[in-house]
């Protein structure tokens, strides 16, 4: 099997570049400014699910051992799903709009008419809330879309009764030589037990591939960019996360022939994490990884479902800094929420993987500190 290092960071890259520009922060929110957060989207296609099953004789204790996101070396040992709550597997009835709201609602699309509307949702803390997506709504030569609008893609708050727009992104440059290089393929909003106000999913279709992001309402009521926990680390962006409570990952296995085994083709349920702000797998931690690489085999950066000496000495230095881990040298669920919960203590950039870096730092150094 040949290295891989490359791919790992061809899929990261693409995936981050495409998606959104901004970094990953976890701990806070952004603070109420008249500023507009970035905004990032991307696409739906589910397939069915795959069963998978852990090996039961290798890393199925890796389980999540600390709730909070500093040092502890007291709290016990708990299973990956206790932190979490899990999802109803179920599309959630539409809400019924009242007159004045159905009114706005048509007054909007009057206002936009030929384009798509999503909404609006009423939220109990932020009002309500509707999206409008401008055409081109997919990628492809123009006259298959029969539009040539720049794609766009807004947002919208009902204030004083008239509609405010907020939340904005536009491909400007993307209507080049008869082509439509990238546009939006949907807006929803779902909702997720355990988290209570409707989270955003917006999809977008581009020459690179299809690609979904999840925002929530931040504490200034604009749609705020939430990565996503997977079963490989932490990502920006799923295949699909739908309504049903369900996603659909981008597997590495789309490049590559022979995929880490934290990988999964198909759907899987979903939840969310109180802790990190995040939508993550409803997997238990026996059932996270269908086998474990050899870390030499994988490469950097390291992800979830590998194994080797690189990993028990970061465990080792983890857990010399109060973290309450086992240094097993198997890298499962526990470790990754772990590893999480340092980068964010470190003000690093929050993967859930070991970046060449952070090995140097924690395996050689294993102080717990730096910044690497």
């Not at 206790?82 to 999802?87: L, P």
């Not at 509707?130 to 708050?157: H, K, T």
């Amino acid at each position: 099997m040949t290295s891989k290092a490359p791919l790992i960071a061809l899929v990261s890259l693409a995936t981050l570049t495409t998606a959104c520009s901004s970094s990953i922060s976890l701990t806070d929110e952004p603070t109420a400014t008249l500023g507009t957060p970035e905004t990032t989207i991307v696409s739906t296609e589910s397939s069915a699910p795959e069963q998978t099953s852990a090996p039961s004789d290798i890393g199925s204790g890796d389980t999540d051992t600390t709730e909070s996101s500093t040092p502890e070396t007291t709290a016990p040992e708990q299973d990956a799903e206790s932190t979490t709550t899990t999802v109803e597997s179920t599309v959630p009835a539409e809400p019924e709009l009242d007159p004045e709201i159905a009114a706005a609602r048509d007054d909007l699309q009057s206002q936009y008419a030929s384009s798509r509307l999503y909404g609006p949702i009423v939220t109990e803390r932020c009002g309500v809330r509707a999206g409008i997506l401008i055409g081109p709504e997919q990628w492809g030569p123009l006259a298959d879309s029969e539009d040539s609008r720049i794609p766009e893609a807004a947002m919208f708050n009902w204030v004083d009764g008239e509609w405010v727009r907020t939340d904005h992104i536009s491909y400007e440059s993307a209507t080049q030589n008869g082509i439509a290089a990238a546009a939006f393929a949907s807006i929803s909003f779902i909702n997720v037990d355990g988290y209570d106000e409707p989270l955003l999913v917006r999809a977008e279709s581009t020459s690179d591939g299809n690609y979904v992001t999840t925002k929530k309402l931040d504490s200034n009521c604009r749609w705020w960019d939430r990565p996503i926990i997977t079963l490989c680390g932490v990502n920006r962006s799923a295949e699909e996360v739908t309504g049903a409570g369900s996603m659909t990952m981008v597997p590495q296995s789309l490049f590559d022939e022979d995929p880490l085994p934290c990988e999964r083709n198909g759907s899987m349920s979903i939840r969310w994490n109180p802790e990190f702000q995040m939508i993550e797998p409803a997997v238990s931690g026996a059932d996270w990884c269908s086998g474990y690489l050899s870390e030499i085999e994988a490469g950097y950066p390291l992800t979830p479902c590998t194994e080797g000496a690189t990993i028990s000495a970061v465990q080792d230095a983890l857990a010399a800094a109060g973290y309450n881990i086992d240094a097993d040298g198997f890298f499962g669920p526990g470790t990754m929420r772990t590893i999480m919960r340092y980068q964010q203590s470190q003000g690093l950039e929050v993967t859930g993987r070991i970046s060449a870096d952070l090995a140097l730092v924690l395996g050689e150094d294993g102080s717990g500190g730096g910044d690497g």
